[in-house]
């Protein structure tokens, strides 16, 4: 046997425990003017804080969590999937207080994703497709249009969950918060990942939400 032989990663084929899968990020934030954009990072995690406190999230239990910048991820048990996604509706409401009395304003993207993941830390498909979402560029562009529609600070947040997230939720009472009714289905392919999505953006509802969305595939189609 060589030096370097390859490990088999998991002998005996267990499937890892499933996780609920959060990432934020600020939206433009390379925008801010320089000497507001050290305060970022410092306002967003004290904000997350308060929301993860608000929906009874242990931070200290997260399974992984992780500073991306301008952004935080996690990883949370996946029987803790509905408070995750009612976590983005919390912050909704704080960052819209937030900005009305400070700079710089922040407006988020959050994705939500669950699906197995290992405790050791690395790149895995479940991680890698919950930062497809968050980063894909039909889910940025419409947090973008939703911005734009809610000029003077009224969009706070854009999220946008998987198909197996919404399936999963809407299963059953899973959430306090979050609402079928309030998403839109959202068509994302970034690099090699394709599926379908759900989008919520507090203030729009879903028939509005399906319009930006219907506009937007119109105008970015081919001639």
Known sequence: MGLWRIPRRNPDNAVPDFRSLLQIDVIESAQTAPHLLSQIPERLDRLVRIGLADVD???????????????????????????????????????????????????????????????????????????????????????????????????????????????????????????????AQLAVAFKEFEDTSWVSVPGFDAYSLGKLIAEGAAYDAPP
């Open 57 to 183: 999230l242990d931070r200290e239990s997260a399974v992984g969590h992780q500073y991306t910048g301008d952004g935080q991820s996690f990883a949370f048990s996946s029987r803790q999937l509905g408070q995750v996604v009612d976590l983005a509706y919390v912050l909704a409401e704080l960052v819209f207080d937030y900005n009305k009395w400070y700079k710089p304003e922040l407006r988020l993207r959050i994705a939500v994703e669950v699906g197995p993941l290992p405790a050791k830390p690395g790149l895995y498909p479940s991680n890698i497709s919950c930062n497809r979402l968050l980063e894909s560029p039909q889910f940025k562009k419409l947090a973008l249009r939703c911005a734009k529609e809610r000029l003077g600070s009224s969009m706070s947040i854009a999220l946008i969950i998987s198909n197996t997230t919404h399936r999963t939720i809407f299963s059953g009472n899973h959430t306090k918060l979050a609402k079928r009714r309030d998403f």
